[in-house]
């Protein structure tokens, strides 16, 4: 190991550490003359504050550590050259984010989102089609009401292109209705089962596509068929609201994230940024984590004792209203996007400009007057075809170490959310501190809201996938559908 990392003493549970070590502990906290029990949360962002907020609820001693010197995931803010407030990526805020609602109530803070918005897909081509707010209109059972309120708004799609798209109904219901049909299709790639079947090229390109590179930021050929079957039907074709959307009126690091931190600190819970993690410390004995090792800003190594640990780090929007001012605010987020990360800040801009052009005219002759560039690399996590057998769960091998990210397994038995998003890393949060909470005994749980239920026809249609299912291997026969 690296020198000042610590190691295992051998049997037992002692441990030794470089001299450089030294144990941070704060403040002994004590509940009814009893010493609380200690949890340590490993990064920022949803997943992070997610589980540190569940555990301080719980009466923990709870410590989030993060590398970043102002912690919050990708959700915390920079500014522009000129001061003006930017974000890493776009942050929808969709009709299924029930647990992100519920705990912006929970802080009693001014609402910060807007109203339901809008939303159009354009390509090279222009504008494809737009979607109204669709929980303004009368419910129809999916995906007919997404089909008959989408249709006046498509430009370039014909009736018959839409239609090529039924043949994947059948894929949508049965997807997930068991581990193997939820495997099965995981080692397809989502472009494979839209060529089998038979979705039209125009349908392919001008909605699957980009709604793909949206929401699970890679092309369908980079996909797996299970991700993105999972994610078009959490996000558009579930109910006919799920595609309706609302933003914040600000950062989210200010808006949001900054009075969670404060009900945090108020539960007597430690925020503590510019900590880079190194290792943990196991209790051979016990299987147990009993501290983690962190580098501070000036390079010494603290240790964190823990009776508890959860990992809420990743695997490897701007929408601020300047009511005063003249323009547009805009972002563009790319992604695959490795060649562009040696590129100056103004060829960025000058090449998205361009494309920009290409999809609306009335960017060519647009004056930037701010601008600023985030480069992230391998920020975003690929649910590539096969994936899924490899991606972690919430509990490990240790006993109370725990996982937490939007990157965790999905699947049969999961809960809903789907995909990389804002709702999925909080509820893993919470569902992480749900089971640390668990093994320790203590008799606290966080309220973990599901998604909307499956609409009674679609129901019935997954029951009789999953019973023809079981019907056919009881007969030694595998996979009917595929």
Known sequence: MASGWLVNAGHGCPWRASQSARPEKGKEQEVDGQKKLRAVIIGGGWAGFGAAHSLAKAGMEVTLLDAAPSPGGLSTGFRTAKGRPVEAGIKGFWWQYHNIFSLVKELDIVWPFTNWTSSSFYSSSGIQVEAPVF??????PT?????????????????????????????????????NAYTSYDLMTARQLFREGGISRQLYCD?????????????PEHLSAAAALGTLYYYALGHQQDFDVCW?????????????IQAIERLGGRILGGKYVQDVVLCS????????????????????????????????ALQEEFAKEMGSVLEVDLYHANPFMPLSDKVVIEKIMNYLSQCDKRFGDTQIVDSSVLRYKEAVTLFGPGSHQYMASTKTSFSNLFIAGDWLKQGPGSHGARGLSQEKAYVSGLIAANAATRSLGIDFYANIIGVEEDEPHVAVAKSTAREIRQTARNLGFDFPFL
Do not use: Q
């Open 248 to 260: 914040c009126k600000g950062p989210v690091a200010e808006l949001i994230f900054m009075p969670w």
């Open 207 to 219: 909605f699957l596509e980009p709604f793909l590179l949206v929401t699970l930021f890679a092309p």
């Open 135 to 140: 929980n303004e209109l009368p419910r129809l």
């Open 143 to 179: 995906p007919l009401g997404s089909f008959i309120y989408t249709s006046p708004y498509f430009r370039s799609l014909s009736l018959l292109d839409r239609l090529s798209a039924f043949p994947l109904v059948k894929a949508l219901v049965e997807y997930d209705v068991d581990d």
């Open 285 to 316: 004995d016990s299987n147990r984590v009993t501290s983690v090792s962190a580098v501070n800003e000036h390079g010494d190594t603290e240790l964190y004792e823990a009776d508890v640990v959860v990992f809420a780090v990743g695997v490897k």
